[in-house]
C-alpha cells in the first residue's frame, strides 16, 4: 500500500473504533513507519498514545499483532478496552486454564483475533512454532524499559527478546515505553538487536498535573496534610504510593478511621483480596488505593485524579511513571510528594544492597536534587529525559513561591566553556577545579591549567559553584554521561547559550542559599499548595452523566472509563447533545459505542435540560 492509502484506511480505523478525527503527534509517522517493515522504538508520555501505534496496524494488516506485556493485569485491561470498542483481541496467561489459553491459540491460527497481548516467557515457549506457522505482521514490545539494566525496573525475563528479532527477521519489532532516559532508549535498541530502529520521541510533558513537593517527615504531619488535600479532592479516584507493605496497611486503617474509603494493596495479600481491591478501584466504587509499586503499573484506569508519594520513590524514572497514572484522559491532576531524609537513608541502603549499586545510587542522587531543588519541577524531570524545556511551568510549587534569581548567563557560559574546552571528558568536580583555579596535580598534569578558562571563577566558593552547576544540570544545559565515568557533555541547549551572539539565551540561576532547603520547609508551611484549575464545565450535568456511566458499567461487569473517559463525559457536559447525530460527533465517541450508548446519554441530556 501507498502512504496515502496506509493513512487514509488509519483514519477510518481511528474515527471508526475510537472516536477521533486526527492521530497524536508522533502516531501517524510510527503507524506507516511499521507498515512498511521497519522497527521503531516509541518513546510516549503514559496517556499519549503508544498503543494506538500498535492497534492501528493491527486493524488494518492481515494475520495478528503480538503486544508482550510484563503484567497480567495490564493485558486484561488493554484487553477490556479493546473488546468494548468491539475489536478481537485476548490475552494468552497463566491465570487462564489450559484450554481458554489453546482456545485463543485456535482462534489466531484461524485468523479471528487481531491482537493477542502475551508475557515474555510464554512467547519464548511458543515462538519457534509461531514463526513458522503463524501469520504475525507485528511484534509490540510494552514496558520496554524493563529489558534494560540501566533503566529503573530492570526485568530478567525480558533480557531473551533479543531472540524475538531472530526468530521473526521479517517481522518489524516496536519497542514501548513512557520512561526511559537516554542510556536507556540506546540499550532498548541494543538488547532487542533492533540497533536500525528508528525513535519516534514526543514531549513528555504532561501539563495538566500539578507538581507539589512538601517537606514533612512524621507520620502526623503527613496525615494531616493528607486530610486536607482530600477535602479539596472529595469524590475523586486517586493513589497513595508508600515504601513498605506495613505502610500501607496503616494509612489505610488511619484515613479509614476519619471516614475515608481507602484499602491497602501490596504483594504480601491474598490474591483474591488484590483482586478485589482492584476491581473496585477501577470500578469507582473504592477511590483510594494504599499502594506499594506493585500496584498501578497494569491500570489503565483514566480518571485518577490525584497521587501521592508518602515517600520519596527510588529514581526520577519511577516518580514521573507513578505520576503518570493521574490525569491520563488530560483533565486537570494533582501530583503531592513527601520528602524527608529518613527516606533518603533508607532508600540509599536498598540501593547500596541492589546489583546495580552505582547506577541506582547515582539515580537515587537526581531524586533527592529534585526534591530541594529551586528550579521549576517540570523543568527538572523534563530535561533528565532529554527534552530541552528552557521556561518555567508555573504548574509547580517553586513555580508558585519562586526563589529570588539572577542573571547567571556568564556564569553558564564559563562553565560550559570549560566543559567544552577539556573536550568533554571531565565530571562535576574537575571541572569546578578548573574554574576555581585548583593547583590539584591531576589537574596539573592534564595540562588545564593553560586553558582560558582556568581560574575565571575564582571569585566564587566551590560550594556555590557546585549549586550553580547542579542547578544547570537540572536546566538541561548538559547531561552526565554515566556510562564514560561520569563525564559531562553539552547538550544542544547548552550549546545554543554556550555560543550566543545576540544576548537572547539568557540563564536565570537561584541565588546561592546555603540554608535554602531549611528556608523552602518554613515557606512551605506557611504556604498553600498550588492547585490545578478545572475547566468550566456545568458540574452537576457531569455528575448525572458520570451516574449513567456507572450505572451502565456496572450492567455490563466493566469497567466505567471502559464506556467514555471524564474527558468525553466533561465535553457532552460542554456540547450538550439531544439526537443520534449530535452524539456519534462527539470527540472520543466511535461509531460502535455511539450506536451502543447515545439513548441512555441523551436522555439524561434531555431530562437534565427540562428540569434546569
Not at 501490596?266 to 473496585?280: E, G, I, Y
Amino acid at each position: 500500500m501507498t502512504d496515502q492509502q496506509i493513512k487514509l484506511q488509519a483514519l477510518q480505523m481511528l474515527k471508526t473504533f475510537f472516536g477521533y478525527q486526527r492521530f497524536y503527534p508522533q502516531q501517524w509517522q510510527v503507524i506507516n513507519h511499521v507498515m512498511h517493515g521497519h522497527d521503531a522504538v516509541v518513546l510516549m508520555p503514559t496517556g499519549g498514545g503508544k498503543s494506538m501505534c500498535y492497534q492501528i496496524p493491527a486493524l488494518i494488516s492481515q494475520g495478528c499483532v503480538i503486544v508482550v506485556s510484563p503484567l497480567l493485569a495490564l493485558m486484561k485491561d488493554q484487553v477490556d478496552a479493546l473488546r468494548a470498542n468491539d475489536i478481537p483481541a485476548a490475552a494468552v496467561n497463566s491465570q487462564q486454564s489450559d484450554t481458554d489459553n489453546r482456545t485463543i491459540i485456535e482462534h489466531v491460527y484461524n485468523g479471528r483475533i487481531k491482537l493477542l497481548y502475551i508475557s515474555p516467557e510464554k512467547l519464548l515457549a511458543e515462538m519457534e512454532t509461531w514463526s513458522q506457522h503463524l501469520q504475525v505482521s507485528l511484534i509490540a514490545i510494552d514496558e520496554a524499559h524493563c529489558i534494560s539494566q540501566w533503566g529503573h525496573d530492570f526485568r530478567p525475563e525480558y533480557t531473551r527478546l533479543g531472540e524475538v528479532k531472530q526468530r521473526f527477521p521479517q517481522v518489524p519489532i516496536m519497542a514501548l515505553t513512557a520512561t526511559a532516559d537516554r542510556l536507556t532508549r540506546e540499550d532498548i535498541r541494543h538488547q532487542l538487536h533492533i540497533d536500525d530502529a528508528t525513535i519516534f520521541e514526543t514531549s513528555f510533558d504532561r501539563p495538566n498535573i500539578t507538581l507539589n513537593v512538601v517537606a514533612e517527615s512524621t507520620a502526623r504531619q503527613k496525615l494531616s496534610r493528607i486530610v486536607r488535600f482530600l477535602k479539596r479532592h472529595q469524590g475523586q479516584s486517586g493513589i497513595i504510593y508508600c515504601l513498605s507493605r506495613k505502610t500501607t496497611e496503616t494509612v489505610a486503617q488511619q484515613l479509614c478511621k476519619l471516614g475515608y474509603n481507602a484499602q491497602p494493596f501490596h504483594a504480601m495479600l491474598p490474591t483474591q483480596r488484590k483482586m478485589t481491591v482492584q476491581r473496585d478501584f477501577v470500578n469507582d466504587d473504592l477511590p483510594i488505593i494504599c499502594a506499594t509499586v506493585a500496584f498501578g503499573m497494569g491500570i489503565n484506569k483514566s480518571n485518577v485524579r490525584w497521587i501521592i508519594h508518602y515517600n520519596m520513590p527510588q529514581n526520577i524514572e519511577r516518580y514521573y511513571q507513578e505520576i503518570g497514572r493521574a490525569g491520563r484522559d488530560g483533565m486537570p491532576a494533582e501530583a503531592l510528594m513527601f520528602y524527608s531524609f529518613n527516606d533518603v537513608a533508607t532508600l540509599t541502603s536498598f540501593a547500596q544492597q541492589s546489583g546495580q549499586a552505582r547506577v541506582n545510587m547515582e539515580k537515587l542522587h537526581r531524586m533527592q536534587q529534585f526534591c530541594e531543588s529551586t528550579v521549576c519541577r517540570r523543568r527538572i524531570l523534563l530535561n533528565y529525559f532529554d527534552e530541552t524545556f528552557d521556561h518555567d511551568c508555573h504548574n509547580c510549587d517553586v513555580c508558585s513561591d519562586p526563589p529570588e534569581r539572577f542573571d547567571g548567563t556568564m556564569l553558564a557560559q564559563m562553565a560550559l566553556s570549560a566543559i567544552k574546552r577539556v573536550e568533554q571528558r571531565e565530571g562535576m568536580t574537575m571541572i569546578v577545579d578548573i574554574l576555581k583555579g585548583s593547583s590539584k596535580a591531576e589537574l596539573t598534569l592534564a595540562g588545564y591549567h593553560r586553558l582560558k578558562t582556568y581560574g575565571v571563577g575564582r571569585d566564587l566558593t566551590f560550594r556555590q559553584w557546585n549549586a550553580y552547576m547542579l542547578q544547570m544540570l537540572q536546566m538541561g544545559l548538559f547531561y552526565i554521561a554515566y556510562e564514560e565515568g561520569s563525564h559531562l557533555k553539552l547538550t544542544e541547549y547548552g550549546t545554543r547559550v554556550l555560543y550566543d551572539k545576540t544576548g537572547q539565551e539568557r540563564v536565570m540561576l537561584s541565588k546561592y542559599d546555603p540554608h535554602a532547603f531549611e528556608s523552602r520547609q518554613a515557606a512551605q508551611a506557611r504556604q498553600k499548595t498550588i492547585v490545578p484549575s478545572a475547566e468550566l464545565v456545568d458540574k452537576q450535568l457531569f455528575e448525572e452523566l458520570r451516574l449513567t456511566r456507572t450505572a451502565l458499567a456496572r450492567a455490563q461487569g466493566i469497567a466505567p472509563y471502559l464506556i467514555f473517559s471524564d474527558k468525553v463525559l466533561t465535553v457532552m457536559a460542554q456540547q450538550r447533545p439531544t439526537t443520534f447525530a449530535e452524539f456519534a460527533i462527539l470527540f472520543g465517541v466511535g461509531e460502535t459505542k455511539a450506536k451502543r450508548y447515545w439513548r441512555p446519554f441523551t436522555d439524561t441530556i434531555r431530562r437534565y435540560l427540562n428540569s434546569n
